[in-house]
Protein backbone atom coordinates (compact mmCIF):
# COMPACT_ATOMS: atom_id res chain seq x y z
CA UNK A 1 0.00 0.00 0.00
CA UNK A 2 1.68 3.36 -1.49
CA UNK A 3 0.24 6.79 -0.86
CA UNK A 4 1.62 10.23 -2.52
CA UNK A 5 2.10 13.27 -0.31
CA UNK A 6 0.64 16.41 -2.57
CA UNK A 7 1.16 20.12 -1.88
CA UNK A 8 0.78 21.88 -4.66
CA UNK A 9 0.69 19.63 -8.11
CA UNK A 10 -1.36 20.36 -10.92
CA UNK A 11 -0.68 17.32 -13.05
CA UNK A 12 -3.54 15.67 -13.58
CA UNK A 13 -4.04 12.40 -11.75
CA UNK A 14 -6.36 9.30 -11.57
CA UNK A 15 -10.09 10.09 -10.60
CA UNK A 16 -10.42 9.16 -7.00
CA UNK A 17 -13.73 7.73 -5.65
CA UNK A 18 -13.64 9.68 -2.36
CA UNK A 19 -12.53 12.90 -1.26
CA UNK A 20 -12.13 13.19 3.01
CA UNK A 21 -12.12 16.67 3.82
CA UNK A 22 -10.93 17.65 7.42
CA UNK A 23 -10.74 20.76 9.11
CA UNK A 24 -10.79 20.06 12.48
CA UNK A 25 -8.63 17.99 15.14
CA UNK A 26 -9.25 15.56 17.88
CA UNK A 27 -12.13 14.28 15.38
CA UNK A 28 -11.39 10.20 15.29
CA UNK A 29 -14.23 9.08 13.58
CA UNK A 30 -13.29 10.13 10.17
CA UNK A 31 -9.42 8.58 10.26
CA UNK A 32 -11.00 5.31 10.48
CA UNK A 33 -13.20 5.63 7.56
CA UNK A 34 -10.11 5.08 4.87
CA UNK A 35 -9.75 1.61 5.58
CA UNK A 36 -13.71 0.83 5.45
CA UNK A 37 -13.81 2.19 2.18
CA UNK A 38 -10.47 0.82 0.85
CA UNK A 39 -12.02 -2.52 1.93
CA UNK A 40 -15.14 -2.34 -0.14
CA UNK A 41 -12.96 -1.32 -3.14
CA UNK A 42 -13.34 2.62 -3.21
CA UNK A 43 -9.96 4.69 -3.91
CA UNK A 44 -9.54 7.34 -0.88
CA UNK A 45 -7.90 10.54 -0.61
CA UNK A 46 -7.49 12.82 2.53
CA UNK A 47 -7.67 16.98 2.73
CA UNK A 48 -6.83 17.88 5.59
CA UNK A 49 -3.62 19.60 8.23
CA UNK A 50 -0.62 17.83 8.50
CA UNK A 51 -0.75 16.97 12.02
CA UNK A 52 -4.63 15.64 11.44
CA UNK A 53 -5.34 12.16 13.04
CA UNK A 54 -6.57 11.39 9.34
CA UNK A 55 -3.00 12.36 7.67
CA UNK A 56 -1.77 8.71 9.57
CA UNK A 57 -4.40 6.59 7.76
CA UNK A 58 -2.54 3.89 6.25
CA UNK A 59 -5.09 3.17 3.48
CA UNK A 60 -5.16 6.53 1.82
CA UNK A 61 -3.76 6.56 -1.95
CA UNK A 62 -2.88 10.36 -1.53
CA UNK A 63 -2.85 12.61 0.98
CA UNK A 64 -2.81 17.02 0.49
CA UNK A 65 -2.27 19.50 3.13
CA UNK A 66 -4.69 21.80 3.86
CA UNK A 67 -2.47 25.15 4.45
CA UNK A 68 -2.90 26.50 7.62
CA UNK A 69 -4.77 29.89 6.80
CA UNK A 70 -8.57 28.97 7.62
CA UNK A 71 -9.88 32.38 4.92
CA UNK A 72 -12.58 30.55 2.98
CA UNK A 73 -10.17 31.93 0.10
CA UNK A 74 -7.30 29.61 1.30
CA UNK A 75 -9.74 26.63 1.95
CA UNK A 76 -11.41 27.11 -1.24
CA UNK A 77 -8.31 27.48 -3.20
CA UNK A 78 -6.63 24.20 -1.69
CA UNK A 79 -9.93 22.15 -2.37
CA UNK A 80 -9.78 23.60 -5.75
CA UNK A 81 -6.88 22.39 -6.92
CA UNK A 82 -7.42 18.66 -5.04
CA UNK A 83 -10.61 18.41 -6.83
CA UNK A 84 -8.61 19.62 -10.31
CA UNK A 85 -5.43 17.04 -9.55
CA UNK A 86 -7.85 14.05 -8.86
CA UNK A 87 -11.71 14.90 -9.28
CA UNK A 88 -13.48 12.67 -6.30
CA UNK A 89 -16.82 11.09 -7.25
CA UNK A 90 -17.65 12.22 -3.18
CA UNK A 91 -16.27 14.40 -0.70
CA UNK A 92 -17.13 13.08 2.97
CA UNK A 93 -16.96 16.37 5.54
CA UNK A 94 -15.27 15.06 8.52
CA UNK A 95 -16.23 17.84 11.12
CA UNK A 96 -18.88 20.58 10.98
CA UNK A 97 -16.41 23.08 9.97
CA UNK A 98 -15.70 20.93 7.13
CA UNK A 99 -19.55 20.73 6.55
CA UNK A 100 -20.31 24.65 6.89
CA UNK A 101 -17.31 25.73 4.64
CA UNK A 102 -18.61 22.94 2.06
CA UNK A 103 -22.24 24.18 2.27
CA UNK A 104 -20.91 27.88 1.88
CA UNK A 105 -18.98 26.92 -1.64
CA UNK A 106 -21.85 24.78 -3.21
CA UNK A 107 -23.69 28.03 -2.47
CA UNK A 108 -21.41 29.77 -4.69
CA UNK A 109 -19.30 31.40 -2.65
CA UNK A 110 -15.49 31.97 -4.19
CA UNK A 111 -16.57 31.65 -7.29
CA UNK A 112 -13.34 32.66 -9.01
CA UNK A 113 -11.58 29.79 -7.45
CA UNK A 114 -13.53 26.91 -7.94
CA UNK A 115 -14.80 26.07 -11.54
CA UNK A 116 -18.27 25.01 -12.12
CA UNK A 117 -17.95 21.50 -12.09
CA UNK A 118 -16.25 21.32 -9.14
CA UNK A 119 -18.64 23.31 -7.60
CA UNK A 120 -21.09 20.47 -8.85
CA UNK A 121 -18.82 17.60 -7.09
CA UNK A 122 -19.30 19.39 -3.61
CA UNK A 123 -23.37 20.45 -4.27
CA UNK A 124 -23.53 17.09 -5.26
CA UNK A 125 -21.65 15.07 -2.27
CA UNK A 126 -24.35 17.23 0.32
CA UNK A 127 -27.57 16.75 -1.09
CA UNK A 128 -30.05 19.41 -1.42
CA UNK A 129 -29.23 22.99 -0.90
CA UNK A 130 -32.92 23.26 1.04
CA UNK A 131 -32.02 21.06 3.77
CA UNK A 132 -28.74 22.21 4.15
CA UNK A 133 -29.73 24.16 7.70
CA UNK A 134 -31.90 21.52 9.03
CA UNK A 135 -28.72 19.43 8.98
CA UNK A 136 -26.58 21.62 10.77
CA UNK A 137 -28.59 23.75 13.00
CA UNK A 138 -30.19 22.39 15.95
CA UNK A 139 -33.00 25.35 16.16
CA UNK A 140 -34.02 23.99 12.31
CA UNK A 141 -33.37 20.49 12.94
CA UNK A 142 -35.97 20.82 15.64
CA UNK A 143 -38.35 22.91 13.31
CA UNK A 144 -38.19 20.63 11.03
CA UNK A 145 -38.97 17.41 13.00
CA UNK A 146 -41.72 19.30 14.69
CA UNK A 147 -43.31 19.59 11.19
CA UNK A 148 -43.19 16.00 9.98
CA UNK A 149 -44.59 14.97 13.73
CA UNK A 150 -41.57 13.89 14.99
CA UNK A 151 -41.51 13.51 19.10
CA UNK A 152 -38.75 15.54 20.34
CA UNK A 153 -37.65 17.32 23.89
CA UNK A 154 -39.95 20.37 24.69
CA UNK A 155 -38.40 23.46 23.82
CA UNK A 156 -37.98 27.43 22.53
CA UNK A 157 -35.82 29.48 20.61
CA UNK A 158 -34.59 31.98 21.84
CA UNK A 159 -32.68 34.93 20.83
CA UNK A 160 -32.49 37.34 23.94
CA UNK A 161 -31.44 36.72 27.97
CA UNK A 162 -35.51 37.63 28.19
CA UNK A 163 -36.56 35.06 25.96
CA UNK A 164 -33.99 32.18 27.57
CA UNK A 165 -35.18 32.98 30.85
CA UNK A 166 -39.00 33.09 30.13
CA UNK A 167 -38.70 29.97 28.31
CA UNK A 168 -36.91 28.26 30.83
CA UNK A 169 -39.33 29.35 33.44
CA UNK A 170 -42.12 27.89 31.26
CA UNK A 171 -40.22 24.47 30.70
CA UNK A 172 -39.39 24.20 34.43
CA UNK A 173 -35.57 24.18 35.68
CA UNK A 174 -33.38 22.34 35.08
CA UNK A 175 -32.84 22.78 31.60
CA UNK A 176 -30.35 22.92 28.75
CA UNK A 177 -29.00 26.06 26.68
CA UNK A 178 -28.01 24.70 23.21
CA UNK A 179 -26.18 26.58 21.06
CA UNK A 180 -27.54 25.93 17.57
CA UNK A 181 -24.55 25.63 15.88
CA UNK A 182 -22.03 23.12 17.78
CA UNK A 183 -20.88 19.73 18.32
CA UNK A 184 -19.58 17.10 20.96
CA UNK A 185 -20.86 18.32 23.85
CA UNK A 186 -19.26 21.84 23.06
CA UNK A 187 -22.46 24.41 23.71
CA UNK A 188 -24.77 22.70 25.72
CA UNK A 189 -24.96 24.01 29.25
CA UNK A 190 -26.96 22.67 32.01
CA UNK A 191 -28.96 25.36 33.92
CA UNK A 192 -30.31 24.48 37.42
CA UNK A 193 -31.97 27.71 37.70
CA UNK A 194 -32.19 31.43 36.36
CA UNK A 195 -28.33 32.31 37.47
CA UNK A 196 -27.08 29.60 36.04
CA UNK A 197 -29.07 30.27 32.73
CA UNK A 198 -27.93 33.85 32.40
CA UNK A 199 -24.25 33.28 32.76
CA UNK A 200 -24.23 30.54 30.37
CA UNK A 201 -26.18 32.82 27.88
CA UNK A 202 -23.79 35.36 28.67
CA UNK A 203 -20.59 33.76 27.64
CA UNK A 204 -21.91 32.21 24.37
CA UNK A 205 -23.27 35.93 23.62
CA UNK A 206 -20.17 37.90 24.52
CA UNK A 207 -20.41 41.67 24.29
CA UNK A 208 -17.99 42.01 21.74
CA UNK A 209 -19.82 39.62 19.27
CA UNK A 210 -20.48 41.97 17.01
CA UNK A 211 -16.98 43.27 16.65
CA UNK A 212 -15.71 39.70 16.47
CA UNK A 213 -17.96 39.04 13.38
CA UNK A 214 -16.75 41.92 11.20
CA UNK A 215 -12.84 40.56 12.23
CA UNK A 216 -14.27 37.04 10.71
CA UNK A 217 -15.53 39.07 8.08
CA UNK A 218 -12.62 41.13 7.25
CA UNK A 219 -10.04 37.97 7.39
CA UNK A 220 -12.38 35.45 5.28
CA UNK A 221 -13.30 33.67 8.59
CA UNK A 222 -17.21 34.45 8.11
CA UNK A 223 -18.14 31.07 7.25
CA UNK A 224 -18.24 30.21 10.70
CA UNK A 225 -21.99 30.98 12.01
CA UNK A 226 -22.38 33.24 15.24
CA UNK A 227 -25.14 34.79 16.59
CA UNK A 228 -27.23 32.13 15.55
CA UNK A 229 -30.42 31.72 17.90
CA UNK A 230 -30.00 29.34 20.83
CA UNK A 231 -32.60 26.99 22.45
CA UNK A 232 -33.87 26.13 26.16
CA UNK A 233 -34.78 22.58 26.20
CA UNK A 234 -36.50 20.70 28.99
CA UNK A 235 -34.34 18.57 30.58
CA UNK A 236 -34.60 14.21 30.48
CA UNK A 237 -33.84 11.45 32.06
CA UNK A 238 -32.81 8.67 30.01
CA UNK A 239 -30.12 6.89 27.28
CA UNK A 240 -28.31 8.89 24.78
CA UNK A 241 -28.50 7.17 21.37
CA UNK A 242 -27.92 7.28 18.06
CA UNK A 243 -28.60 6.06 14.13
CA UNK A 244 -25.85 6.27 12.07
CA UNK A 245 -26.38 5.58 8.38
CA UNK A 246 -25.90 6.75 5.06
CA UNK A 247 -28.25 8.45 2.82
CA UNK A 248 -28.32 9.45 -1.42
CA UNK A 249 -30.16 11.70 -3.11
CA UNK A 250 -32.71 12.22 -0.06
CA UNK A 251 -32.94 8.50 0.14
CA UNK A 252 -32.25 5.98 3.15
CA UNK A 253 -29.58 3.65 1.97
CA UNK A 254 -29.34 2.20 5.29
CA UNK A 255 -28.08 1.82 8.70
CA UNK A 256 -28.20 1.17 12.15
CA UNK A 257 -28.66 2.45 16.04
CA UNK A 258 -25.62 2.86 18.80
CA UNK A 259 -26.96 2.87 22.71
CA UNK A 260 -24.77 4.70 24.95
CA UNK A 261 -23.45 2.02 27.46
CA UNK A 262 -20.71 4.66 28.84
CA UNK A 263 -19.18 7.41 28.34
CA UNK A 264 -16.54 10.03 28.86
CA UNK A 265 -17.82 12.77 31.47
CA UNK A 266 -21.10 14.89 31.12
CA UNK A 267 -21.98 15.52 27.79
CA UNK A 268 -18.85 13.74 26.81
CA UNK A 269 -18.63 11.22 23.79
CA UNK A 270 -19.59 7.56 24.36
CA UNK A 271 -16.84 5.75 25.01
CA UNK A 272 -19.01 2.42 25.23
CA UNK A 273 -21.36 1.43 22.68
CA UNK A 274 -23.97 -1.01 21.94
CA UNK A 275 -24.78 -1.39 18.07
CA UNK A 276 -28.33 -2.80 17.27
CA UNK A 277 -31.33 -2.09 15.39
CA UNK A 278 -33.85 0.20 16.60
CA UNK A 279 -37.10 0.46 14.25
CA UNK A 280 -38.35 3.89 15.66
CA UNK A 281 -34.73 5.83 15.63
CA UNK A 282 -34.68 4.12 11.84
CA UNK A 283 -38.20 5.47 10.64
CA UNK A 284 -36.94 8.97 12.14
CA UNK A 285 -34.12 8.96 10.27
CA UNK A 286 -35.93 7.56 6.97
CA UNK A 287 -38.22 10.52 7.23
CA UNK A 288 -35.99 13.10 8.23
CA UNK A 289 -33.40 12.25 5.14
CA UNK A 290 -36.19 12.25 2.73
CA UNK A 291 -37.80 15.61 3.87
CA UNK A 292 -34.01 17.31 3.69
CA UNK A 293 -32.80 15.55 0.60
CA UNK A 294 -29.94 14.32 2.71
CA UNK A 295 -26.72 12.65 0.89
CA UNK A 296 -23.58 11.15 2.58
CA UNK A 297 -22.77 10.00 6.03
CA UNK A 298 -24.79 11.52 8.35
CA UNK A 299 -26.16 10.37 12.64
CA UNK A 300 -28.43 11.53 14.39
CA UNK A 301 -28.83 11.64 17.99
CA UNK A 302 -31.55 10.84 20.41
CA UNK A 303 -32.92 10.59 24.10
CA UNK A 304 -34.96 7.55 25.35
CA UNK A 305 -36.55 8.20 28.33
CA UNK A 306 -37.01 5.34 30.75
CA UNK A 307 -40.69 6.36 31.19
CA UNK A 308 -41.82 6.15 27.29
CA UNK A 309 -39.44 4.52 25.77
CA UNK A 310 -39.79 6.45 22.66
CA UNK A 311 -36.82 8.05 20.90
CA UNK A 312 -36.75 11.75 20.90
CA UNK A 313 -35.01 13.68 18.29
CA UNK A 314 -32.32 15.66 19.52
CA UNK A 315 -30.11 17.29 16.76
CA UNK A 316 -28.47 16.18 12.92
CA UNK A 317 -24.58 15.42 12.54
CA UNK A 318 -24.40 15.49 8.31
CA UNK A 319 -20.67 13.83 9.12
CA UNK A 320 -19.21 10.58 9.89
CA UNK A 321 -19.28 9.77 13.74
CA UNK A 322 -17.02 7.20 15.19
CA UNK A 323 -19.16 3.93 15.06
CA UNK A 324 -20.07 4.22 11.11
CA UNK A 325 -16.93 2.15 10.73
CA UNK A 326 -18.40 -0.63 13.01
CA UNK A 327 -21.61 -1.62 11.00
CA UNK A 328 -20.06 -4.22 9.08
CA UNK A 329 -20.18 -6.04 12.66
CA UNK A 330 -23.75 -6.10 12.93
CA UNK A 331 -24.74 -6.96 8.79
CA UNK A 332 -24.49 -2.95 7.77
CA UNK A 333 -21.55 -2.58 5.71
CA UNK A 334 -22.22 1.43 4.53
CA UNK A 335 -18.95 1.39 2.14
CA UNK A 336 -20.04 -1.73 0.47
CA UNK A 337 -23.69 -0.27 -0.32
CA UNK A 338 -22.04 2.78 -0.92
CA UNK A 339 -19.72 1.58 -3.89
CA UNK A 340 -22.25 0.91 -6.39
CA UNK A 341 -23.87 4.44 -6.08
CA UNK A 342 -20.70 5.73 -6.83
CA UNK A 343 -20.78 4.06 -10.39
CA UNK A 344 -24.22 5.52 -10.86
CA UNK A 345 -26.56 2.33 -9.83
CA UNK A 346 -29.94 3.59 -7.99
CA UNK A 347 -30.48 2.42 -3.94
CA UNK A 348 -31.90 -0.83 -3.36
CA UNK A 349 -35.51 -0.58 -2.35
CA UNK A 350 -34.97 -2.66 0.83
CA UNK A 351 -33.05 -0.46 3.48
CA UNK A 352 -29.79 -2.10 5.07
CA UNK A 353 -30.47 -2.67 8.80
CA UNK A 354 -28.53 -4.17 11.74
CA UNK A 355 -29.19 -8.22 12.15
CA UNK A 356 -27.67 -8.41 15.49
CA UNK A 357 -26.16 -6.34 18.76
CA UNK A 358 -22.67 -6.38 19.69
CA UNK A 359 -20.94 -4.07 22.75
CA UNK A 360 -17.90 -2.06 21.41
CA UNK A 361 -15.47 0.02 23.04
CA UNK A 362 -14.61 2.77 20.71
CA UNK A 363 -11.47 4.02 19.42
CA UNK A 364 -9.44 5.34 20.96
CA UNK A 365 -10.25 4.53 24.40
CA UNK A 366 -10.10 1.05 23.55
CA UNK A 367 -6.52 1.81 23.14
CA UNK A 368 -6.21 1.53 27.55
CA UNK A 369 -8.31 -0.89 27.81
CA UNK A 370 -7.30 -4.71 28.67
CA UNK A 371 -8.90 -7.62 26.60
CA UNK A 372 -11.17 -10.01 27.85
CA UNK A 373 -12.82 -13.27 27.00
CA UNK A 374 -16.10 -12.14 27.45
CA UNK A 375 -16.76 -8.30 27.50
CA UNK A 376 -17.24 -5.84 24.47
CA UNK A 377 -14.83 -5.78 21.06
CA UNK A 378 -12.17 -3.50 21.74
CA UNK A 379 -12.31 -1.16 18.73
CA UNK A 380 -8.44 -1.16 17.72
CA UNK A 381 -6.93 -0.27 14.31
CA UNK A 382 -4.28 -2.97 14.27
CA UNK A 383 -3.23 -2.28 10.77
CA UNK A 384 -2.62 1.25 11.39
CA UNK A 385 -0.10 1.93 13.73
CA UNK A 386 0.07 5.85 12.79
CA UNK A 387 -3.39 6.10 14.43
CA UNK A 388 -2.14 5.04 17.72
CA UNK A 389 0.95 6.08 17.56
CA UNK A 390 -0.70 9.59 16.93
CA UNK A 391 -3.31 9.27 19.78
CA UNK A 392 -0.21 8.09 22.52
CA UNK A 393 1.12 10.99 21.41
CA UNK A 394 -1.76 13.80 22.42
CA UNK A 395 -2.66 11.15 25.71
CA UNK A 396 1.25 11.62 26.98
CA UNK A 397 1.71 15.51 26.09
CA UNK A 398 -0.57 16.89 28.72
CA UNK A 399 1.19 14.39 30.98
CA UNK A 400 4.67 15.99 30.05
CA UNK A 401 2.83 19.26 30.56
CA UNK A 402 2.57 19.05 33.83
CA UNK A 403 5.79 17.31 34.80
CA UNK A 404 7.65 20.35 33.67
CA UNK A 405 4.93 22.82 35.34
CA UNK A 406 5.93 20.68 38.71
CA UNK A 407 9.80 20.76 37.70
CA UNK A 408 9.57 24.62 36.91
Not at 79 to 89: C, D, R, T
Not at 90 to 109: C, K, M, N, S, T
Not at 230 to 238: H, R, T, Y
Not at 354 to 376: H, I, M, R, S
Request: aromatic letters at 6%.
Amino acid sequence: MTRRFITRSLLKGPRMDILIFSIEDGRFGPARFPQMLYQAGLSVAALCPSDNILAQSTYLRALHALPPSRSIRSIAGALAKVIEHSPPKLIIPADEQAVIVLQALAAGRCKSLIPPYARAIIAASLGSPAGFDASLFKSDTMALARSLGIAVPESRTVDTLEDATHAASELGYPVFLKQSFSWAGLGVNACADEAVLSKAFREARPAMARLKALARKLIGRDWYPVGKPMDVQSAISGQCAMYCGLAWRGQLVGGFSGIRVEQLCTNGPSTVVKLCAHAGMENVARKMVEAMGLSGFFSFDFMIPADTGEALLLECNPRPVPVHHLGQHVGVDLAAALAPLLSGEAPDREMLSATGELDVVLFPYALNVQPQDKGPMLDVPQSEPGLIRHVQARQQAPAMARSESRAA
